[in-house]
């Protein structure tokens, strides 16, 4: 039935896909029912940091962040173990000891009889939002304290209204007027009571205020006034009225206690103090920049010591001024497809004399006075960064010079080996020999048997030799590097093979170590050559320069292809005692084109 099998070939192809995508977008792992897991994806390694064979057998505890309560794994494993589905947010800890969020589904897994055998957990990486939320938050108190601030004010603020009789000089309050100056309500005033009311300093631009008024009809005044509790400040507003002969006749205006508004102002004045302070001298560099233009519109003081500008020549530069020239392009491209806040990677700056800088950039989109703007901070991490690689370069050469002791080490068990074999296994083979040479047969066939008895003795004591020679280096011979491996290469009695050898080097220059592990580079691939190439020509050259000694091992065998074989034995030996000496391997080979093998080892600064 060509459609049933169309339609599971369709079925298949749509599985594969959505596995792809899920494996692309989610981490997911499978335990069994005591929680140890059977199945994790690419994802999951590649976020937590450990391997498939480290995860595999051990229980999710390997990557807790201890950041959840117990209680909160026992309700999860209660709601699972039950058969329901469970969910929730849960910080994870990476193999390097940062830590992750994800939002986690496990959902039970059960067989054709029902019953559960597996979990099945599937998570999406929330590291970002839940940053972002833990700002959101952040930021959310901060604006609430500041509404509750100004709600608070508003609710205090009091309002009264006042009526002035200007020629019969009566003075009329509202209730809520007296209570802002604090007297008895239904006192008489006038308004010489009232001028006494003002604080004294204010006095005379109120009597300024108050005579321009006769003349424009408006007036509006803010200023203090002494009361039982203590000075308060009063925005005072009035509309006067003029009679028949232009002369003012009264006012009429209101009165409000803006004495919590000032404080708040106060407040406000010193917070924003404060915050530029804190602006200027945190020990990040902080600039704000035009979203449009890309151009710095503030900067911070550490943002002007980091680089060598001046605020003033900050604000003339652009992002593209302090990026090194080969990441302008970058920039361009990241800022037109939206992603300038999502690119934090380390990356060059430029600073005002020409010095490039390691820097670690958060980036923010915000609203500065009105316009679209980006708030940068900038952490220097030069300094890390050439600490880091240090370390690395420490630790790289630490393990290269325990490779060099290992070398060391094997080339002398090596070298005990040889002379065993040679002194002592080959003496008891030669005294062997001269006893069968005594040794007088019954008769014809007897002499026969001794005689190949003998033969096969003086072939074992060749081989041994052999054997013991492979395995005693050359710096334990009277012999030159290039004599050993000239001495070598005639042992070898490759039938019908041609052997060039080109060798030019000063070995007065070549550390003793070094010598030994081209010696046995050349032993591993000859080995190599007479096991598998069937090579009709072979070729080495031995070439020394001031800073390099180039070894390379030509035939025109069989060849092989250098991806299928990259792990064997012999090339991975040959690799190991280039890496120990910081030598390059180049393998150049395919099949029936013969191979090419080259190992370059720096002689400076290795």
Request: charged letters at 30%; a neutral charge.
């Amino acid at each position: 039935m060509p459609g049933v099998h169309e339609h599971h070939h369709d079925l298949l192809q749509t599985l594969l896909a959505f596995r792809a995508a899920v494996n692309e977008s989610s981490i997911v792992s499978i335990t069994d029912l005591d929680g140890r897991i059977v199945y994790v994806n690419d994802r999951f390694t590649k976020v937590s940091g450990f391997s498939a064979s480290e995860l595999i057998g051990n229980k999710h505890r390997i990557i807790n962040s201890d950041y959840h309560p117990d209680s909160f794994f026992r309700d999860m494993w209660k709601t699972i173990r039950n058969g329901d589905r469970w969910r929730g947010e849960i910080r994870n800890r990476r193999k390097d000891g940062s830590y992750y969020w994800v939002d986690t589904v496990i959902t039970p897994v059960r067989d054709q009889e029902g019953r559960i055998y597996q979990y099945l957990s599937v998570r999406n990486l929330i590291t970002l939002q839940k940053e972002n939320e833990e700002k959101l938050i952040q930021m959310q108190e901060a604006y609430r304290k500041r509404e509750q601030q100004l709600k608070d004010a508003q609710e205090v603020a009091n309002t009264g209204s006042w009526y002035l009789d200007i020629p019969a000089n009566k003075l009329e309050w509202s209730e809520q007027t007296y209570r802002i100056f604090e007297l008895p309500i239904g006192i008489p005033m006038n308004f010489e009571l009232f001028m006494e009311k003002v604080w004294p300093e204010d006095r005379a631009g109120l009597e300024a205020k108050w005579k321009a008024a006769m003349k424009t009809g408006s007036y509006a005044y803010e200023h203090r006034i002494q009361t039982n509790s203590g000075l308060k400040w009063v925005n005072e507003k009035a509309r006067i009225e003029f009679g028949p002969s232009a002369e003012p006749i009264a006012a009429v205006g209101t009165v409000i206690d803006i004495t919590d508004n000032k404080r708040t102002a106060q407040a406000l004045l010193d917070s924003e103090t404060l915050y530029r302070n804190l602006f200027n001298h945190s020990p990040f560099a902080i600039g704000i920049m035009d979203k449009e233009t890309m151009g710095f519109l503030e900067v911070n003081n550490t943002a002007t010591q980091v680089y060598g500008y001046t605020k003033e020549e900050f604000r003339k530069l652009t992002a593209f001024d302090i990026r090194v020239p080969e990441e302008q392009e970058k920039l361009r491209d990241t800022v037109q497809k939206g992603l300038y806040t999502k690119d934090l990677s380390v990356r060059p700056h430029k600073r005002k004399d020409g010095s490039i800088i390691l820097v670690e950039p958060t980036i923010t989109e915000i609203n500065y006075k009105g316009k679209a703007a980006y708030l940068i901070s900038i952490v220097d991490v030069t300094e890390r960064e050439r600490m880091e690689n240090e370390i690395s370069r420490i630790r790289t050469n630490r393990q290269k010079e325990i490779g060099r002791a290992a070398l060391k080490a094997q080339e002398e068990s090596r070298a005990e080996t040889g002379r065993e074999l040679h002194d002592n296994i080959n003496q008891l083979l030669v005294g062997s020999t001269l006893y069968l040479r005594n040794v007088k047969g019954a008769s014809g066939k007897d002499n026969q048997h001794i005689e190949t008895a003998r033969q096969i003795i003086t072939n074992a004591i060749e081989e041994i030799r052999k054997l013991s020679s492979a395995f005693v280096p050359p710096s334990l011979n009277e012999l030159s590097l290039k004599d050993s491996i000239g001495l070598f290469i005639n042992r070898f009695k490759l039938q019908n093979t041609r052997l060039d050898l080109d060798i030019q080097i000063d070995e007065n220059k070549l550390e003793q170590g070094l010598k030994i592990n081209v010696y046995r580079i050349i032993q591993e691939q000859f080995n190599n050559i007479t096991r598998h190439a069937a090579a009709e020509n072979v070729k080495i050259a031995l070439l020394q320069t001031d800073d390099m000694l180039t070894l390379e091992i030509r035939d025109d065998g069989k060849g092989f292809d250098p991806q299928q074989k990259k792990h064997g034995i012999g090339l991975t030996n040959i690799l190991h005692r280039a890496d120990v000496y910081n030598g390059k391997l180049e393998i150049d080979s395919s099949p029936g084109q013969g191979c090419r093998l080259q190992v370059s080892f720096p002689l400076t600064g290795a």
